[in-house]
């Protein structure tokens, strides 16, 4: 059955190989410095659904960044900085990723997906209040926090493929790759400015104004959502299949859409390895540069870094090839970060990281993003945030564990190496991927 959105009542190509004519582009009324080459990654912001997506985002991912950072803080006053404590928390934040993403991509499919945003932001604004009113009368514990924290990923992973498929549904398709760049970017802003915001209220323990501030946040993010109007579609008919059959249909479409499937397992491997470091950025701080305060820098470094990143990549056509090279760019900096001793060479070199990681994911999203039917959209999305996201609790625990036994140093080292190698295998088998067949695009 037909989907009307706006995506497919643009001019029809494929946003990794439409090309762009800045001439047309003037024509339509976009000003001219959006339409040049410089100003394309910008240009999603014409539209007004995007617009409030935009805002949306920044509001509540700065008040995320906030509660992350505090949570972090928390478990690290909690369990006095033990890695495994710290491990298993990042487990239960992002576990639901995991198991429930792919619900969440067939649900995305089936029901009105702003509403689905919606009712996940209410849940959130439930969740931070619990934590700020337990962190302030003194009753958080472990036990309290796995638990919190698990219900909370929940949330984020049902609104996870709804989101980004809304990103989609709201701009024109010649201009999806925009709004994936733009996305990217402004996560990785939220990166630099949360944990700006939250340096004081970790340092004074008022983890509960922290969390109180995230529930403000959510809520506007909330209203924003709500009035987004987006083109009213139509679900595919799949009555006969089934939830489970409706899962594997989104893996079936997948791996029919090249290259799709190598772009999601580069996804798995770099969050597997690479974007669980951070698990355990706080006990290299503490004993590689003496100094636990030195954390919040280097999240915030990271976020610096990947804002670049995410600009950088935004406008240009998504290729697997060069995500690959830059993927063996963000391991062996990576390695080097787990030799380096010094506060300013560290943070330097987590500002490169930052850079190189999510140049590459915003190039991975943006590719798969461009080849996927919008009837399928949601479900493999939801494979994206599994690979991205789903994997980063068994990666946090590894972390954890690996730095308890062999030292926060050399486990960095071999993350590194693992990374750096997954690109090089990558880079060599690009181009037989790109040869593959696509498959056919349904109507």
Known sequence: MKIKTHVEESLGANPAEAAFDPADSVAMGVPRWLASGRGQVFRALVHREYRLLFLAFLINQTGFW???????GLTVAISHNDPLHIGMVFFSLFL????????????????????????????????ALALSALTHGGRMTMPWLFGLTFLLGSAFAFSGPANMAIAANSVPREDL??????????????RVVGPMLAGPLVASGRFDVAFGLYAIAAGAAGILVARIRLTPWEPAAEEDLGILGRIASGFAHARERHPALPALAMTAMLSLFGASHVTVLSIYAQDRLGDVNW??????????????GALVIGGRRPRLAS??????AYGVLLAGFGFSATPALAIGLEALIGFFYFAVMTELQTLIQGIVDESMRGRVMSLFQVCWAGLIPFGSLGMGAAAGALGVGATLVLSGIACAACGVWMALRANA???APRGATSA
Do not use: E, M
């Not at 906030?66 to 972090?72: E, F, K, P």
């Not at 619900?103 to 029901?111: C, E, I, K, T, W």
């Not at 995500?323 to 063996?328: F, G, L, Q």
């Open 177 to 190: 790759s925009s709004a994936v760049s733009l996305q990217s970017a402004l996560n990785n802003l939220t």
């Open 295 to 308: 954390f919040p820098w280097i999240v915030s470094a990271i976020g610096a870094g990947a804002l670049a």
């Open 66 to 72: 906030v509660a992350h950072l505090s949570i972090q």
């Open 323 to 328: 995500a690959a090279r830059n993927t063996v």
């Open 433 to 435: 991927y790109a040869a």
């Open 96 to 127: 639901p990723a995991f198991a429930l993403a792919p619900l969440a991509g067939v649900a995305a499919d089936r029901f009105d997906r702003k509403r689905i945003v919606v009712v996940c932001y209410v849940a959130v604004i439930a969740l």
